[in-house]
């Protein structure tokens, strides 16, 4: 297809009038379509519906003869912490089951170093006139909303194929004691799928930082939904820190919610044993011991590691075909248009999708006119702001496949039209 950027303003306002009128019918159609958060879809929670059922009336025992049904346990049982410790690449020390979402264990993570520090002989946060995090953009909306509610300052980083701009990340915290942490998604990133190297791993496992207590978030929330291709290999963050010299530097997090339901998943702490043994102090003040039937029900289930590639191997035989659709539109729509570009990932929940700059709201909001929902443009940078309001992302799994035909098909008409009208002025 012709680049819009060079073509005549003649055959620009026909082909406007000609993508007004399609867009014109999808409003008739009367759609109501909603791609705007990255949810499982029905058939992929109804892969787990066996789990309901594996713990019985007289079945309700860890395997050190724990009984699951009462108080007690800080940290998790101990076939729970084995299955989970492997998942995460720890020992069994050195993670925590927490409830069913790792979104609450990073709130109580910095709220405890807000108001406790990030370890003995840390001081409190709170305690500092400022407190600054790295946020690599296109990120993920609630790691900085997390940091909106606190008050924290976040410092927008580029995200890059490998990772973020380390330079600017070496940079920043090599000079600034206020700057406390960065937020990482290291295997397909929200929004944008990318990979974090070898090389980004070791760079921030190895940096000199200005604060002794500086932290790396590390969400590995999508460690092992993967779709297309080969599973990614990623140097382990913890054992990095640990040949750097800086075993603390980490805390990991991970959970089941896009693996069996996000209602009633695990959420999973990680870090060295020192961190870990922090936590436990502050967990003895906040809770009388987890949900131990649902982590009964998880070992139960899955049985060992293996058994949990299996299962996400039927959850990407379900979001293939949504991930397919999104890159086939796209491409047949805009390919060769000069006005967007957009991520094609082989894992995790989303494709990021940049509009031309300065358009993404309106884009958002004529799909929105035609009955479909998308993430609010801006929603992946902090405090909502994309300073090139360009970014939008897309998150395909939770819609039916054909509603995934019918919105991205609604974006991509929605993108040409306020692409041409900017061209045209």
């Known amino acids: 297809m012709s680049d819009l950027n060079v073509m005549p303003r003649e055959e620009l306002t026909v082909l406007r009038q000609q993508l007004r009128e399609r867009f014109e019918r999808f409003k008739q159609a009367g759609l109501s379509l909603d791609l705007t958060r990255g949810k499982p879809c029905p058939e992929q929670l109804d892969l787990s519906n066996p789990m309901l059922a594996v713990v019985s009336e007289d079945g309700f025992r860890a395997a050190d003869g724990t009984d699951c049904r009462n108080y007690g346990g800080l940290d998790g049982i101990p076939e729970a912490k084995a299955l989970f410790a492997e998942y995460m690449g720890v020992t069994p020390a050195e993670v925590i089951i927490g409830g069913n979402a790792s979104l609450t264990l990073m709130y109580d993570t910095f709220i405890r170093a807000m108001f406790m520090g990030t370890g003995e002989g840390q001081p409190p946060w709170a305690k500092m006139a400022k407190v600054r995090c790295i946020c690599p953009s296109p990120g993920y909306d609630r790691h900085f909303s997390i940091c909106a509610n606190l008050g924290i300052e976040m410092i927008p980083v580029e995200m890059n194929a490998t990772g973020p701009d380390m330079d600017a990340v070496e940079s920043l915290v090599a000079e600034d004691e206020t700057i406390k942490g960065i937020w990482c998604v290291p295997i397909y990133s929200n929004p944008t799928g990318d990979i974090y190297s070898d090389e980004t791993v070791d760079r ?109 191997q039927k959850h990407a035989a379900i979001v293939r075909p949504r991930f397919e659709a999104v890159e086939t539109i796209l491409t047949r729509e805009l390919a060769g248009r000069g006005i967007a570009e957009w991520t094609r990932p082989q894992g995790g929940y989303f494709v990021s999708f940049n509009a031309p700059d300065g358009c993404a709201q309106a884009v958002v909001a004529m799909a929105q006119e035609a009955g479909v929902k998308l993430t609010p443009a801006g929603a992946t940078y902090p405090l909502g702001i994309d300073p090139r309001d360009r970014n939008i992302r897309i998150a395909p799994t939770f819609a039916a496949l054909e509603d995934v035909n019918a919105a991205v098909e609604v974006l991509a008409v929605c993108t040409q039209i306020v692409s041409i009208e900017k061209i045209l002025g």
């Open 204 to 312: 921030l496992a190895r940096m000199p930082t200005r604060a002794q207590d500086f932290r790396i978030f590390w969400d590995n929330a999508y460690a092992v939904h993967h779709f297309a291709g080969d599973p990614p290999a990623q140097k382990h963050i913890l054992t990095a820190c640990k040949e750097a010299g800086h075993p603390e530097r980490p805390l990991m997090f991970g959970s089941t919610s896009k693996i069996t339901f996000p209602g009633g998943g695990l959420g999973l702490l990680a870090g060295s044993a020192r961190n870990m043994d922090w936590v436990r102090q502050q967990l003895f003040y906040q809770t009388i011991g987890p949900d131990k039937l649902n982590q009964l029900r998880h070992v139960r289930f899955f049985g060992n590691l293996e058994g949990i590639h299996r299962h996400m």
